[in-house]
């Protein structure tokens, strides 16, 4: 896929690696380890709580009267101190290396300690609390070692505990095998946890790498989806729809998330969406959402969602199958025209050139002077379709140059007027002297004259005078310029714009539906945009619209 653009309108363009590297997930509030430490740290608060719970209520403080108070307050109190600091920024500091962890864990270590002696050593219950201690330190560590060393410092806490108690008497010497039992535990439980803890890691690792290549998927679908040349359209089986996509918007005339009917946009898309429901199929239609917009086409898809209802429409511009189609029609024309032209053109020669003489001849008496007549501008007419093929075939390139366009419109009236053989009103408007624009002189003048003859020919027609107005519009903001022709016409019925500029379609008996068309493939060789309107004043009027240069 090759990237197009650098920058879109909603962000930076989506690279493919990014897919494959899972970049673009989301990342998580907290990491693993910073869970298990509010967790830990959570518990830590628990426990202080509820042991002087235990000492306040009345209930239980006579039994927590038989452990040493003093240690049992001290260790309270360091162990609800300590928790409720980490709660703040302090907590979220310590969390930033393991030695923070390292030390916390001594801190319960040695307050855990305290438990122990105060209610009797590992007879009193408080020894078990180390495992937790150990089992936090192999979540918290990511080094093995540390997590190891502290099951160890756990371990000879409960023996120097035990130790000292057996030394002043308050306990046997038989309660070092039990704190040795104890020991061996802390350690099988520290080495069993790791390993949880490392595939718990893992586990974690990949479902973020998962989540993160999904997320990037969605986000190059979307992408897609957005930069698509096809409209697409959610739709329902009553016809609601609404649009997903710009290309979607800028076809059918809708703004973003706008609901609306098929119907509204247009009667052929509902009816062609109803036979669909029905039957499963249909045949594609063209048909416009707007009277002078482009011919679309449509095709229908299920969706599978929770919604059964939800169906889809691709809409695509009819406009290229359309030209193609009109390609391939005229070079094939423009083969047989330039096989048979010369063919055509010495007998046709010959017709007129006969039809002249005769007409001339005292002979021919009035009647036979009108046939006469009727040869010779048949023959012309046959001899300019031949030419206007011939032009349109070729597609010659342009060959611009820089044009002061009030000097080129001048010497043009000038020459126009000098070849015009009827009379007619043609007004050029005043210019500005300063605009420029690159373009083919011939094209333009080939353009112009065409635009004009059109102009003259259907005001004389309509109103019996033949008359146009050449207008220059500025558009300072578009940093464009517009010519107008504005002809005294009726102008074209609405239901005839659409095929306006179609090669061969023509309102006029004369006309060969070819001058339009030529027209419009000059002015797209040069970069410039021909098409029809009304003026304000529901005047007829063909517009030329360039890009105007910087002197």
């Known amino acids: 896929m090759t990237e197009?653009?650098?920058?879109s309108d909603s962000g930076p363009v989506l690279q493919l690696s990014d897919v494959h590297r899972g970049l673009l997930s989301t990342p998580a509030p907290a990491t693993t380890h910073a869970r298990s430490f509010i967790v830990y740290n959570g518990y830590r608060v628990l426990l202080g709580a509820g042991l002087l719970m235990l000492m306040i209520v009345p209930a239980t403080a006579n039994i927590m009267m038989n452990f040493d108070r003093p240690l049992l307050v001290s260790g309270i109190g360091i162990l609800l101190t300590s928790a409720l600091v980490l709660i703040g920024p302090l907590g979220k500091a310590l969390q930033q290396s393991e030695t923070g962890y390292f030390g916390l864990l001594l801190l319960d270590i040695l307050t855990i300690t305290l438990f122990a002696s105060a209610s009797g050593g590992i007879l009193g219950g408080f020894s078990a609390l180390y495992l937790i201690t150990v089992a936090a330190a192999a979540v918290l560590?990511?080094?093995?070692?540390?997590?190891t060393l502290v099951a160890a410092i756990a371990v000879l806490a409960l023996l120097i505990d035990t130790l000292w108690l057996v030394t002043r008497g308050d306990a046997d010497v038989s309660m070092m095998l039990p704190a040795g039992i104890?020991?061996?535990l802390f350690f099988a439980v520290s080495l069993l946890v790791q390993v949880l803890a490392s595939r718990l890691s893992k586990a974690e690792a990949e479902r973020r790498s998962a989540e993160g290549q999904v997320a990037a998927l969605q986000q190059l679908n979307e992408q897609i989806i957005s930069r698509m040349e096809t409209g697409i359209l959610l739709a329902r089986d009553n016809g609601q729809c609404h649009p997903i996509n710009a290309a979607?918007?800028?076809?059918l005339n809708l703004d973003e998330g706008q609901r609306t009917t098929l119907s509204t946009i247009a009667p052929e898309l509902g009816t062609q969406f109803s036979v669909w429901l029905k039957e499963g199929r249909v045949r594609p239609e063209p048909f416009r959402a707007e009277t002078d917009g482009p011919a679309l086409i449509a095709n229908f898809a299920s969706l599978d969602s929770a919604s059964a209802s939800d169906k889809l429409i691709f809409i695509d511009d009819y406009t290229p199958v359309t030209q193609f189609a009109q390609s391939l029609k005229l070079n094939s024309l423009s083969k047989l025209t330039a096989s048979i032209a010369h063919e055509i053109r010495n007998p046709l020669s010959a017709i007129s050139h006969a039809a002249q003489l005769l007409s001339e001849s005292p002979t021919v008496d009035a009647a036979d002077a009108v046939l006469c007549d009727i040869l010779v501008n048949n023959s012309a007419r046959v001899s300019d379709i031949i030419q206007n093929v011939m032009d349109v075939s070729r597609r010659e390139p342009p060959r611009q140059i820089l044009l002061a366009l009030a000097t080129w419109l001048s010497n043009f009236h000038t020459i126009y007027s000098e070849q015009r053989t009827q009379p007619c009103d043609l007004l050029f408007e005043h210019c500005d002297p300063d605009l420029t624009i690159q373009f083919d002189p011939k094209h333009l003048e080939r353009i112009m004259t065409n635009l004009i003859d059109n102009g003259l020919r259907h005001s004389q027609d309509d109103t019996g005078h033949a008359?146009?107005?050449v207008v220059v519009e500025r558009d300072n903001m578009g940093g464009q310029l517009h010519i107008d022709i504005i002809d005294g016409g009726l102008g074209v019925p609405d239901n005839l714009m659409p095929r306006l500029f179609e090669p061969f379609f023509t309102t006029s008996q004369d006309g060969s539906g070819l001058g339009l068309y030529l027209?419009?493939?000059?002015?797209?060789?040069n970069g410039a945009e021909l098409g029809y309107r009304k003026t304000a004043a529901g005047e007829s009027s063909f517009r030329v619209s360039l890009k105007m240069e910087q002197k």
């Open 467 to 469: 008359s146009v107005r």
């Open 519 to 525: 027209c419009k493939e000059l002015c797209e060789l």
């Open 182 to 184: 104890l020991g061996s």
């Open 248 to 251: 979607a918007r800028r076809l």
């Open 141 to 147: 560590f990511q080094t093995r070692i540390l997590a």
């Open 4 to 7: 197009t653009k650098q920058q």
